[in-house]
């Protein structure tokens, strides 16, 4: 299995409600990534999570929360959005969260979310 | 601080020719890594090539070979033999250091349109 599986592909939402994005892959990669994608721009980081550790949180507001809860899954909890947050969330994985030789991000197709 | 800069914001080539797609980065990092992946329109990033800053090699998978000039600081990403389904964004970047662990910088992007 070399895949990372996003689950909702599309998500619409008011600015009231809370829900959830998810993300799972079963290659035993121990970091896991939350990049946020606007249209016609490259991706930014939001958090890392090293062996289930968060790592890095790129100083996102906190209507956004993500979750760990194994080593295979990675959510990320929405709630009081604007529409300015609607963009494309990519979750990646890779082998190792520290700086080593390739250490190749592998992407989910990616969840579409859309705050209205 | 890391810095990737791709100036073409769009290419077209006719199918079977080959492409080049550049790529220049900045950073005064001695080991460092410089990927190059795909996102085609459904928005998944799709991993192409990778090169290290102390491969002396240029890397090479299938089609798709990377000329590395390292004194030059630029990474270019040459596609041979093009393909109608190589239309897609295509994204330089390379792996950052950011507090001991290893994310991925992007650069803006360039849109690879393959005309029969």
């Known amino acids: 299995d070399t895949e990372v599986t996003q689950t909702p592909k599309h998500l619409v939402m008011g600015m009231t409600n809370k829900k959830s994005l998810k993300c799972e892959q079963h290659?035993?990669?121990?970091?896991m990534y939350w990049y946020k994608q606007k249209a016609k721009k490259p991706p930014e980081l939001m958090f890392v999570?090293?062996?289930?550790?968060?790592?890095i949180n790129e100083s996102v507001p906190s209507r956004f929360s993500p979750e760990c809860p194994n080593s295979s899954l990675l959510n990320l909890h929405l709630h009081a959005l604007q529409p300015e947050d609607s963009a494309l969330y990519l979750c990646?994985?890779?082998?190792?969260?520290?700086?080593?030789?390739?250490?190749?991000?592998?992407f989910g197709a990616g969840s579409r979310l859309t705050v209205l | 601080a890391q810095k990737i800069t791709q100036t073409q914001p769009g290419m077209f080539v006719q199918e079977k020719e080959a492409v080049t797609l550049d790529c220049t980065y900045d950073?005064?990092?001695?080991?460092?890594?410089l990927f190059w992946y795909k996102q085609p329109s459904s928005g998944e990033m799709i991993f192409l090539i990778y090169?290290?800053?102390?491969?002396?090699q240029n890397a090479t998978e299938g089609r798709y070979s990377l000329n590395f000039q390292k004194a030059r600081k630029s990474a270019n990403l040459v596609i041979s033999a093009s393909q109608l389904g190589d239309s897609a964004m295509y994204f330089c970047?390379?792996?950052?250091?950011?507090?001991?662990?290893?994310?991925?910088?992007f650069g803006k992007g360039t849109m690879l349109l393959v005309s029969p």
């Open positions: 090169q290290g800053s102390y491969d002396e």
């Open positions: 999570y090293s062996y289930e550790k968060l790592s």
């Open positions: 970047a390379m792996r950052s250091r950011n507090s001991g662990y290893s994310t991925l910088t």
């Open positions: 290659m035993g990669h121990r970091a």
């Open positions: 950073t005064s990092d001695q080991s460092y890594g």
């Open positions: 990646a994985s890779s082998l190792k969260g520290a700086l080593s030789g390739a250490n190749v991000l592998t």
